[in-house]
């Protein structure tokens, strides 16, 4: 994903340098390291929608409010 997007960004007039190169092609494998490390399973993760993180700030600082 990330060499896509340096392909994109080239073609579309914008600059790199090896520090970007180095990035597309490292990234990837220093994530799927650290997330073996850690035990973290992607698909464990529960996805929220942002209206429902919304809501839910608005309730707390209603609550923080009548607590005051």
Do not use: P
């Not at 990837?28 to 390291?33: K, M, P």
Request: glycine share 8%; aromatic share 16%; charged share 30%.
């Amino acid at each position: 994903m990330e060499i896509s997007a340096v392909t994109i960004g080239f073609f579309l007039g914008g600059n790199f340098g090896i520090g970007t190169l180095i990035m597309a092609f490292v990234a990837g494998h220093i994530w799927d390291y650290l997330f073996k490390r850690l035990n973290f399973v992607v698909d464990d993760v529960e996805h929220r929608a942002i209206k429902d993180d919304y809501e839910y700030f608005l309730k707390r600082l209603k609550k923080e409010e009548d607590a005051n």
